[in-house]
């Protein structure tokens, strides 16, 4: 049985996807899950993965995604 970890929240769409991106490309899987409101649009994009993938997704988080 899979165990989900969210790994990455943000407001903004294309970040999530920035994130799962460089994830998917480092071989770890990843998914993102939309809890944005679509009236108010107030929510977040959240990233999850494997569980047993969190140190190595934080990992590549940490030293590859970069935000301004």
Same mark, same amino acid.
């Given at each position: 049985?899979?165990?989900?970890?969210?790994?990455?929240? $943000? $407001?903004?769409?294309?970040?999530?996807?920035?994130?799962?991106?460089?994830?998917?490309?480092?071989?770890?899987?990843?998914?993102?899950? +939309?809890?944005?409101?679509?009236?108010?649009?107030?929510?977040?994009?959240?990233?999850?993965? +494997?569980?047993?993938?969190?140190?190595?997704?934080?990992?590549?988080? +940490?030293?590859?995604?970069?935000?301004?």
């Amino acid at each position: 049985m899979v165990k989900w970890t969210k790994i990455y929240a $943000s $407001s903004l769409q294309h970040e999530a996807e920035i994130v799962k991106m460089v994830l998917v490309g480092e071989g770890v899987f990843a998914t993102i899950i +939309n809890k944005q409101d679509t009236s108010y649009h107030f929510g977040e994009y959240e990233v999850y993965i +494997n569980d047993v993938d969190k140190e190595i997704a934080t990992q590549i988080i +940490n030293d590859n995604v970069y935000f301004s």
